[in-house]
Protein backbone atom coordinates (compact mmCIF):
# COMPACT_ATOMS: atom_id res chain seq x y z
CA UNK A 1 0.00 0.00 0.00
CA UNK A 2 1.64 2.97 -1.54
CA UNK A 3 2.22 6.30 0.75
CA UNK A 4 1.74 9.52 -1.19
CA UNK A 5 4.60 12.23 -1.06
CA UNK A 6 4.30 15.73 -1.01
CA UNK A 7 5.64 16.38 -4.62
CA UNK A 8 3.37 12.97 -6.28
CA UNK A 9 0.30 14.88 -4.18
CA UNK A 10 0.95 17.71 -6.53
CA UNK A 11 0.38 15.91 -9.36
CA UNK A 12 -2.12 14.22 -8.47
CA UNK A 13 -4.32 17.07 -7.07
CA UNK A 14 -4.12 18.83 -10.48
CA UNK A 15 -5.67 15.84 -12.13
CA UNK A 16 -8.62 15.27 -9.77
CA UNK A 17 -9.45 19.01 -9.98
CA UNK A 18 -9.50 18.76 -13.49
CA UNK A 19 -11.42 15.61 -13.67
CA UNK A 20 -13.61 17.02 -11.06
CA UNK A 21 -14.64 19.65 -13.01
CA UNK A 22 -15.59 17.52 -16.27
CA UNK A 23 -17.90 15.51 -13.78
CA UNK A 24 -19.71 18.47 -12.94
CA UNK A 25 -19.85 19.86 -16.26
CA UNK A 26 -21.57 17.01 -17.13
CA UNK A 27 -23.86 17.44 -14.10
CA UNK A 28 -22.59 14.69 -12.29
CA UNK A 29 -23.15 14.93 -8.29
CA UNK A 30 -20.61 13.88 -5.18
CA UNK A 31 -21.20 11.41 -2.62
CA UNK A 32 -19.23 9.67 0.04
CA UNK A 33 -19.78 6.10 1.09
CA UNK A 34 -18.00 4.40 4.00
CA UNK A 35 -14.89 2.55 3.11
CA UNK A 36 -16.21 -0.77 4.47
CA UNK A 37 -19.41 -2.27 3.85
CA UNK A 38 -20.57 -5.58 5.27
CA UNK A 39 -19.10 -8.54 3.25
CA UNK A 40 -22.32 -10.04 1.53
CA UNK A 41 -22.81 -6.69 0.00
CA UNK A 42 -19.71 -7.50 -2.10
CA UNK A 43 -20.56 -11.17 -2.40
CA UNK A 44 -24.34 -10.33 -3.85
CA UNK A 45 -22.82 -7.70 -6.38
CA UNK A 46 -19.65 -8.18 -7.53
CA UNK A 47 -20.18 -12.10 -7.29
CA UNK A 48 -18.68 -14.33 -5.33
CA UNK A 49 -16.73 -16.46 -7.98
CA UNK A 50 -15.19 -13.31 -8.78
CA UNK A 51 -11.44 -13.19 -8.26
CA UNK A 52 -12.22 -9.66 -6.41
CA UNK A 53 -14.38 -11.43 -4.22
CA UNK A 54 -13.11 -14.86 -3.94
CA UNK A 55 -9.22 -14.12 -3.20
CA UNK A 56 -8.72 -10.25 -2.78
CA UNK A 57 -10.84 -9.07 -0.40
CA UNK A 58 -9.71 -7.64 2.83
CA UNK A 59 -12.17 -9.67 5.54
CA UNK A 60 -12.54 -9.45 8.98
CA UNK A 61 -15.14 -9.62 11.86
CA UNK A 62 -16.28 -6.44 13.82
CA UNK A 63 -17.09 -7.12 17.97
CA UNK A 64 -20.39 -8.62 17.04
CA UNK A 65 -18.75 -10.98 14.83
CA UNK A 66 -20.28 -9.31 11.46
CA UNK A 67 -18.21 -10.20 8.24
CA UNK A 68 -17.13 -6.79 7.06
CA UNK A 69 -14.92 -5.82 4.10
CA UNK A 70 -12.37 -2.95 2.90
CA UNK A 71 -14.12 -1.81 -0.17
CA UNK A 72 -12.53 -3.33 -3.46
CA UNK A 73 -14.77 -1.09 -5.25
CA UNK A 74 -17.31 1.66 -5.33
CA UNK A 75 -20.31 0.90 -7.17
CA UNK A 76 -21.68 -1.91 -4.72
CA UNK A 77 -21.89 0.57 -1.82
CA UNK A 78 -23.29 3.66 -4.00
CA UNK A 79 -25.99 1.10 -4.75
CA UNK A 80 -26.80 0.17 -1.33
CA UNK A 81 -26.28 3.90 -0.41
CA UNK A 82 -28.51 4.97 -2.86
CA UNK A 83 -31.48 2.12 -1.97
CA UNK A 84 -30.93 3.08 1.51
CA UNK A 85 -31.42 6.80 1.00
CA UNK A 86 -34.41 6.80 -1.47
CA UNK A 87 -32.03 7.75 -4.28
CA UNK A 88 -33.58 6.07 -7.12
CA UNK A 89 -37.57 6.91 -6.26
CA UNK A 90 -38.35 8.41 -9.88
CA UNK A 91 -35.75 10.02 -10.39
CA UNK A 92 -32.66 9.35 -12.08
CA UNK A 93 -28.73 10.01 -10.73
CA UNK A 94 -25.64 11.14 -11.43
CA UNK A 95 -23.12 10.30 -8.76
CA UNK A 96 -19.58 10.41 -8.43
CA UNK A 97 -16.74 9.28 -5.85
CA UNK A 98 -12.96 9.45 -5.52
CA UNK A 99 -10.81 7.42 -2.66
CA UNK A 100 -8.71 4.38 -1.84
CA UNK A 101 -9.81 0.81 -2.83
CA UNK A 102 -8.24 -2.36 -1.46
CA UNK A 103 -7.51 -5.72 -3.05
CA UNK A 104 -5.02 -8.52 -1.96
CA UNK A 105 -3.49 -8.61 -5.82
CA UNK A 106 0.57 -9.72 -6.28
CA UNK A 107 1.76 -5.59 -5.68
CA UNK A 108 3.73 -4.69 -9.28
CA UNK A 109 4.04 -1.62 -11.39
CA UNK A 110 0.61 -0.27 -11.44
CA UNK A 111 -1.13 -3.03 -9.31
CA UNK A 112 -1.98 -2.12 -5.39
CA UNK A 113 -3.11 -3.21 -2.34
CA UNK A 114 -4.43 0.09 -1.45
CA UNK A 115 -5.43 2.38 -4.99
CA UNK A 116 -7.45 5.09 -5.81
CA UNK A 117 -10.41 5.61 -8.10
CA UNK A 118 -12.84 8.02 -9.91
CA UNK A 119 -15.98 6.69 -9.92
CA UNK A 120 -18.76 7.44 -11.93
CA UNK A 121 -22.41 6.20 -11.47
CA UNK A 122 -25.50 7.11 -13.39
CA UNK A 123 -29.09 5.66 -12.52
CA UNK A 124 -32.21 5.68 -14.38
CA UNK A 125 -31.34 6.17 -18.14
CA UNK A 126 -32.29 3.22 -20.55
CA UNK A 127 -30.99 4.27 -24.27
CA UNK A 128 -27.73 4.45 -25.33
CA UNK A 129 -27.26 7.96 -24.70
CA UNK A 130 -25.79 7.68 -21.56
CA UNK A 131 -23.79 5.04 -22.37
CA UNK A 132 -22.09 7.38 -25.29
CA UNK A 133 -21.98 9.84 -22.80
CA UNK A 134 -19.87 8.14 -20.57
CA UNK A 135 -17.51 7.33 -23.00
CA UNK A 136 -17.55 11.06 -24.29
CA UNK A 137 -16.97 12.22 -20.27
CA UNK A 138 -13.71 10.35 -20.09
CA UNK A 139 -12.51 10.84 -23.08
CA UNK A 140 -12.42 14.74 -22.08
CA UNK A 141 -10.52 13.69 -19.61
CA UNK A 142 -7.76 12.24 -21.39
CA UNK A 143 -7.84 14.69 -23.90
CA UNK A 144 -7.44 17.89 -20.60
CA UNK A 145 -5.02 16.19 -19.42
CA UNK A 146 -2.71 16.21 -22.67
CA UNK A 147 -3.35 11.51 -22.40
CA UNK A 148 -3.62 10.75 -26.26
CA UNK A 149 -1.81 7.16 -25.81
CA UNK A 150 -5.43 5.55 -24.82
CA UNK A 151 -8.02 3.46 -26.98
CA UNK A 152 -10.91 2.33 -26.53
CA UNK A 153 -12.30 -1.12 -26.13
CA UNK A 154 -15.82 -2.20 -26.08
CA UNK A 155 -17.99 -5.40 -26.15
CA UNK A 156 -21.50 -6.36 -25.32
CA UNK A 157 -22.54 -8.87 -22.60
CA UNK A 158 -26.37 -8.72 -23.80
CA UNK A 159 -28.83 -8.97 -20.93
CA UNK A 160 -28.78 -11.50 -18.44
CA UNK A 161 -30.92 -14.56 -20.35
CA UNK A 162 -28.79 -14.20 -23.44
CA UNK A 163 -25.79 -14.38 -21.47
CA UNK A 164 -27.27 -17.28 -19.41
CA UNK A 165 -27.71 -19.18 -23.05
CA UNK A 166 -24.38 -17.79 -24.14
CA UNK A 167 -22.71 -19.28 -21.02
CA UNK A 168 -24.17 -22.79 -21.64
CA UNK A 169 -22.59 -22.62 -25.28
CA UNK A 170 -18.98 -21.89 -24.17
CA UNK A 171 -19.42 -24.46 -21.32
CA UNK A 172 -20.24 -27.53 -23.94
CA UNK A 173 -17.12 -25.88 -26.36
CA UNK A 174 -14.31 -25.75 -23.57
CA UNK A 175 -15.60 -28.86 -22.27
CA UNK A 176 -14.90 -30.32 -25.81
CA UNK A 177 -11.33 -29.00 -25.88
CA UNK A 178 -11.09 -29.64 -22.19
CA UNK A 179 -7.08 -30.77 -22.46
CA UNK A 180 -6.14 -27.29 -24.26
CA UNK A 181 -7.19 -25.78 -21.36
CA UNK A 182 -4.89 -24.51 -18.38
CA UNK A 183 -5.41 -25.62 -14.76
CA UNK A 184 -6.70 -22.01 -13.82
CA UNK A 185 -8.99 -22.20 -16.57
CA UNK A 186 -10.66 -25.21 -15.47
CA UNK A 187 -11.65 -23.82 -12.18
CA UNK A 188 -13.07 -21.43 -14.00
CA UNK A 189 -15.45 -23.43 -16.34
CA UNK A 190 -17.32 -24.80 -13.53
CA UNK A 191 -17.82 -21.50 -11.97
CA UNK A 192 -17.39 -18.38 -14.17
CA UNK A 193 -16.44 -19.77 -17.77
CA UNK A 194 -16.79 -16.72 -19.18
CA UNK A 195 -13.28 -15.76 -17.71
CA UNK A 196 -11.86 -18.25 -19.50
CA UNK A 197 -11.81 -15.59 -22.66
CA UNK A 198 -9.86 -13.52 -20.67
CA UNK A 199 -6.89 -15.79 -20.17
CA UNK A 200 -3.46 -14.36 -20.89
CA UNK A 201 -1.57 -17.50 -21.41
CA UNK A 202 -0.31 -17.69 -24.67
CA UNK A 203 -1.11 -21.44 -25.10
CA UNK A 204 -4.80 -20.97 -25.01
CA UNK A 205 -4.81 -18.30 -27.45
CA UNK A 206 -6.13 -20.35 -30.73
CA UNK A 207 -8.37 -22.36 -28.44
CA UNK A 208 -10.08 -19.04 -27.15
CA UNK A 209 -9.68 -17.03 -30.66
CA UNK A 210 -12.14 -20.06 -31.87
CA UNK A 211 -14.38 -19.62 -28.86
CA UNK A 212 -17.95 -19.00 -29.76
CA UNK A 213 -18.49 -15.67 -29.82
CA UNK A 214 -20.67 -13.58 -27.34
CA UNK A 215 -21.92 -10.91 -30.51
CA UNK A 216 -22.82 -14.01 -32.40
CA UNK A 217 -25.78 -14.71 -30.03
CA UNK A 218 -26.83 -11.44 -28.48
CA UNK A 219 -30.58 -10.86 -28.39
CA UNK A 220 -32.10 -8.36 -30.33
CA UNK A 221 -32.78 -5.23 -27.92
CA UNK A 222 -28.58 -5.69 -26.86
CA UNK A 223 -28.04 -5.49 -30.66
CA UNK A 224 -30.26 -2.77 -31.09
CA UNK A 225 -28.45 -0.96 -27.99
CA UNK A 226 -25.01 -1.72 -28.59
CA UNK A 227 -25.55 -0.07 -32.66
CA UNK A 228 -26.95 2.68 -30.97
CA UNK A 229 -24.04 3.59 -29.40
CA UNK A 230 -21.75 2.77 -31.66
CA UNK A 231 -23.76 5.37 -34.04
CA UNK A 232 -23.32 7.78 -31.22
CA UNK A 233 -19.56 7.53 -31.20
CA UNK A 234 -19.20 7.47 -34.41
CA UNK A 235 -21.08 10.93 -34.96
CA UNK A 236 -18.56 12.33 -32.30
CA UNK A 237 -15.96 10.81 -33.93
CA UNK A 238 -14.49 8.54 -31.18
CA UNK A 239 -12.78 5.75 -32.51
CA UNK A 240 -13.00 2.51 -30.56
CA UNK A 241 -12.07 -1.13 -31.21
CA UNK A 242 -14.95 -3.76 -30.56
CA UNK A 243 -12.62 -6.69 -28.56
CA UNK A 244 -15.60 -9.80 -28.33
CA UNK A 245 -13.08 -11.13 -25.73
CA UNK A 246 -14.17 -7.71 -23.29
CA UNK A 247 -15.57 -9.72 -20.08
CA UNK A 248 -14.72 -7.37 -17.19
CA UNK A 249 -13.97 -9.05 -13.71
CA UNK A 250 -16.86 -8.46 -11.68
CA UNK A 251 -20.37 -10.61 -12.54
CA UNK A 252 -22.77 -7.33 -12.76
CA UNK A 253 -22.18 -6.18 -15.97
CA UNK A 254 -24.77 -6.27 -18.59
CA UNK A 255 -24.74 -5.04 -22.41
CA UNK A 256 -22.61 -2.50 -22.60
CA UNK A 257 -19.18 -3.18 -20.98
CA UNK A 258 -15.48 -0.77 -21.86
CA UNK A 259 -12.17 -0.39 -20.85
CA UNK A 260 -9.59 2.43 -22.01
CA UNK A 261 -6.43 0.69 -22.09
CA UNK A 262 -2.87 1.92 -23.31
CA UNK A 263 0.17 0.32 -24.67
CA UNK A 264 2.66 3.07 -22.13
CA UNK A 265 2.23 1.36 -18.64
CA UNK A 266 3.61 -2.07 -19.67
CA UNK A 267 1.23 -4.94 -18.10
CA UNK A 268 -1.49 -2.78 -16.17
CA UNK A 269 -2.69 -1.49 -19.28
CA UNK A 270 -6.36 -0.67 -18.64
CA UNK A 271 -7.15 3.08 -17.15
CA UNK A 272 -10.76 2.97 -17.09
CA UNK A 273 -13.58 0.30 -17.30
CA UNK A 274 -17.45 0.24 -16.65
CA UNK A 275 -20.59 -0.48 -18.58
CA UNK A 276 -24.27 -1.31 -17.29
CA UNK A 277 -25.29 -3.21 -15.01
CA UNK A 278 -29.34 -2.92 -15.19
CA UNK A 279 -30.25 -5.37 -13.16
CA UNK A 280 -28.39 -4.72 -10.17
CA UNK A 281 -30.37 -2.22 -8.09
CA UNK A 282 -33.12 -4.41 -8.25
CA UNK A 283 -31.54 -7.10 -7.12
CA UNK A 284 -30.41 -5.67 -4.03
CA UNK A 285 -33.78 -5.14 -3.28
CA UNK A 286 -34.15 -1.50 -4.85
CA UNK A 287 -36.41 -0.10 -7.91
CA UNK A 288 -35.76 -1.25 -11.39
CA UNK A 289 -33.65 1.26 -12.13
CA UNK A 290 -31.29 1.15 -15.41
CA UNK A 291 -27.34 1.88 -14.35
CA UNK A 292 -24.16 2.65 -16.04
CA UNK A 293 -20.84 3.41 -14.49
CA UNK A 294 -17.43 3.14 -14.61
CA UNK A 295 -14.14 3.95 -12.72
CA UNK A 296 -10.84 5.10 -13.55
CA UNK A 297 -7.62 4.10 -11.43
CA UNK A 298 -6.02 7.22 -10.36
CA UNK A 299 -2.37 5.39 -9.95
CA UNK A 300 -2.12 4.45 -13.63
CA UNK A 301 -3.76 8.03 -15.03
CA UNK A 302 -1.42 10.12 -12.71
CA UNK A 303 1.60 7.93 -14.20
CA UNK A 304 0.46 8.29 -17.69
CA UNK A 305 -0.10 11.59 -17.51
CA UNK A 306 3.49 12.22 -16.13
CA UNK A 307 4.56 9.79 -19.39
CA UNK A 308 2.43 11.85 -21.96
CA UNK A 309 3.12 15.45 -20.68
CA UNK A 310 7.40 14.18 -20.33
CA UNK A 311 7.07 13.13 -24.57
CA UNK A 312 5.58 16.73 -24.93
CA UNK A 313 8.17 18.21 -23.16
CA UNK A 314 10.75 16.00 -25.05
CA UNK A 315 8.86 17.75 -28.05
CA UNK A 316 10.32 21.68 -26.68
CA UNK A 317 13.87 22.44 -27.43
CA UNK A 318 15.81 22.89 -24.10
CA UNK A 319 18.59 25.18 -23.82
CA UNK A 320 20.73 25.89 -20.63
CA UNK A 321 22.87 28.78 -20.20
CA UNK A 322 26.05 28.54 -18.46
CA UNK A 323 27.72 31.69 -17.45
CA UNK A 324 31.04 32.18 -15.53
CA UNK A 325 31.47 35.83 -13.77
CA UNK A 326 29.73 38.59 -12.50
CA UNK A 327 29.36 40.11 -16.35
CA UNK A 328 28.75 36.90 -17.65
CA UNK A 329 25.98 36.13 -15.25
CA UNK A 330 24.03 39.65 -15.41
CA UNK A 331 24.49 39.24 -20.04
CA UNK A 332 23.08 35.82 -19.65
CA UNK A 333 20.21 36.83 -17.65
CA UNK A 334 19.29 39.60 -20.57
CA UNK A 335 20.08 37.83 -23.46
CA UNK A 336 17.51 34.94 -21.94
CA UNK A 337 14.83 37.49 -21.66
CA UNK A 338 15.29 38.09 -25.61
CA UNK A 339 15.62 34.54 -26.69
CA UNK A 340 12.11 33.72 -24.13
CA UNK A 341 10.95 36.60 -26.07
CA UNK A 342 11.53 35.37 -29.87
CA UNK A 343 11.07 31.64 -28.99
CA UNK A 344 8.20 30.82 -26.88
CA UNK A 345 8.11 27.04 -27.18
CA UNK A 346 11.88 26.72 -25.70
CA UNK A 347 12.47 25.62 -22.29
CA UNK A 348 15.70 27.49 -21.14
CA UNK A 349 17.31 27.17 -17.71
CA UNK A 350 19.75 29.97 -16.86
CA UNK A 351 22.69 28.99 -14.56
CA UNK A 352 22.24 30.01 -11.00
CA UNK A 353 24.36 30.54 -7.75
CA UNK A 354 27.69 30.45 -9.94
CA UNK A 355 30.20 27.66 -10.15
CA UNK A 356 32.71 26.45 -12.28
CA UNK A 357 32.10 25.75 -16.64
CA UNK A 358 32.49 22.29 -15.16
CA UNK A 359 29.89 22.11 -12.77
CA UNK A 360 27.55 24.49 -14.95
CA UNK A 361 28.48 22.06 -17.71
CA UNK A 362 27.44 18.94 -15.51
CA UNK A 363 24.42 20.65 -14.59
CA UNK A 364 23.09 21.27 -18.35
CA UNK A 365 23.71 17.67 -18.68
CA UNK A 366 21.26 16.70 -16.02
CA UNK A 367 19.20 18.71 -16.99
CA UNK A 368 18.97 17.04 -20.92
CA UNK A 369 19.08 20.14 -22.44
CA UNK A 370 19.78 20.21 -26.59
CA UNK A 371 21.45 23.30 -26.72
CA UNK A 372 24.44 25.15 -23.96
CA UNK A 373 25.15 28.80 -24.51
CA UNK A 374 28.54 29.83 -22.79
CA UNK A 375 29.68 32.96 -21.81
CA UNK A 376 32.72 33.79 -19.96
CA UNK A 377 35.18 36.80 -19.44
CA UNK A 378 36.79 35.77 -22.61
CA UNK A 379 33.23 35.73 -24.68
CA UNK A 380 32.31 38.95 -22.85
CA UNK A 381 35.50 40.80 -24.12
CA UNK A 382 34.94 39.77 -27.69
CA UNK A 383 31.05 40.00 -27.59
CA UNK A 384 30.80 36.64 -28.52
CA UNK A 385 28.49 33.75 -26.97
CA UNK A 386 30.04 29.97 -27.25
CA UNK A 387 27.13 27.22 -28.29
CA UNK A 388 27.06 23.39 -27.72
CA UNK A 389 25.10 21.24 -28.88
CA UNK A 390 24.69 19.20 -26.15
CA UNK A 391 23.38 15.72 -27.34
CA UNK A 392 25.22 15.38 -30.73
CA UNK A 393 28.23 15.91 -29.11
CA UNK A 394 30.75 17.63 -31.43
CA UNK A 395 32.82 20.67 -30.29
CA UNK A 396 31.96 23.96 -28.81
CA UNK A 397 31.55 26.98 -31.86
CA UNK A 398 31.92 30.23 -31.11
CA UNK A 399 29.42 33.25 -32.71
CA UNK A 400 29.28 36.82 -32.70
CA UNK A 401 26.74 38.34 -29.97
CA UNK A 402 24.68 39.73 -32.84
CA UNK A 403 23.77 36.48 -34.62
CA UNK A 404 22.83 34.57 -31.40
CA UNK A 405 18.40 34.48 -32.23
CA UNK A 406 19.52 33.49 -36.04
CA UNK A 407 21.26 30.68 -34.81
CA UNK A 408 19.15 29.68 -32.48
CA UNK A 409 16.79 29.33 -34.85
CA UNK A 410 18.95 27.24 -37.10
CA UNK A 411 19.66 25.11 -34.56
CA UNK A 412 16.03 24.08 -33.12
CA UNK A 413 14.71 24.40 -36.42
CA UNK A 414 11.92 27.08 -36.08
P1 LIG B 1 -12.36 -2.41 -12.28
O1 LIG B 1 -12.08 -2.70 -13.71
O2 LIG B 1 -12.22 -3.52 -11.32
O3 LIG B 1 -13.83 -1.80 -12.25
O4 LIG B 1 -11.45 -1.20 -11.82
C1 LIG B 1 -11.42 0.04 -12.51
C2 LIG B 1 -10.01 0.56 -12.63
O5 LIG B 1 -9.40 0.64 -11.33
C3 LIG B 1 -9.07 -0.34 -13.42
O6 LIG B 1 -9.23 -0.13 -14.81
C4 LIG B 1 -7.71 0.14 -12.93
O7 LIG B 1 -7.34 1.33 -13.59
C5 LIG B 1 -7.99 0.46 -11.48
N1 LIG B 1 -7.54 -0.65 -10.61
C6 LIG B 1 -8.18 -1.80 -10.33
N2 LIG B 1 -7.42 -2.56 -9.50
C7 LIG B 1 -6.29 -1.89 -9.25
C8 LIG B 1 -5.12 -2.13 -8.45
N3 LIG B 1 -4.99 -3.23 -7.72
N4 LIG B 1 -4.13 -1.19 -8.46
C9 LIG B 1 -4.25 -0.05 -9.18
N5 LIG B 1 -5.34 0.23 -9.93
C10 LIG B 1 -6.34 -0.66 -9.97
C11 LIG B 1 -14.48 -1.43 -11.12
O8 LIG B 1 -13.97 -1.32 -10.02
C12 LIG B 1 -15.93 -1.09 -11.34
N6 LIG B 1 -16.53 -0.77 -10.04
C13 LIG B 1 -16.08 0.06 -12.32
C14 LIG B 1 -17.51 0.41 -12.54
C15 LIG B 1 -18.18 1.45 -12.01
N7 LIG B 1 -18.36 -0.30 -13.25
C16 LIG B 1 -19.54 0.27 -13.18
N8 LIG B 1 -19.46 1.33 -12.41
Known sequence: MPTLLPAELERWQSVESIIKKILSSYSFKEIRTPLVERTELFQRTIGEQTDVVSKEMYSFLDRKD????????????????????GLFYNQT???????????????????????????????????????????????????NLGVDSIQ?????????????????????????????LDEDSRLRLEKNPMRILDSKNPE????????????DHLDQESKDHFTGLLERL????????INPRLVRGLDYYTKTVFEWTTNELGAQATVCGG????????????????????????????????LSNKKDQNGQPKIYFVAVGDKAEAKSSKLAELIRDQFEDCILEVNQDGGSFKQQFKRADRSESDIALILGDEEIQNETIGI???????????????????????????
Open 66 to 85: QSLSLRPEATAGVVRAGIEN
Open 93 to 143: QKLWSMGPMYRYERPQKGRYRQFHQVNMEAFGFEGPGIDAEMVLLTSRVWR
Open 152 to 180: LELNSLGTAEARKIYRSILVEYFNDHIDS
Open 204 to 215: MSDVIQAAPKMN
Open 234 to 241: DGHGIEYV
Open 275 to 306: GRYDGLVKQLGGQDVFAIGCAIGLERLVELVE
Open 388 to 414: KLMKEGGDQETIPEGKLLDTIAERIGT
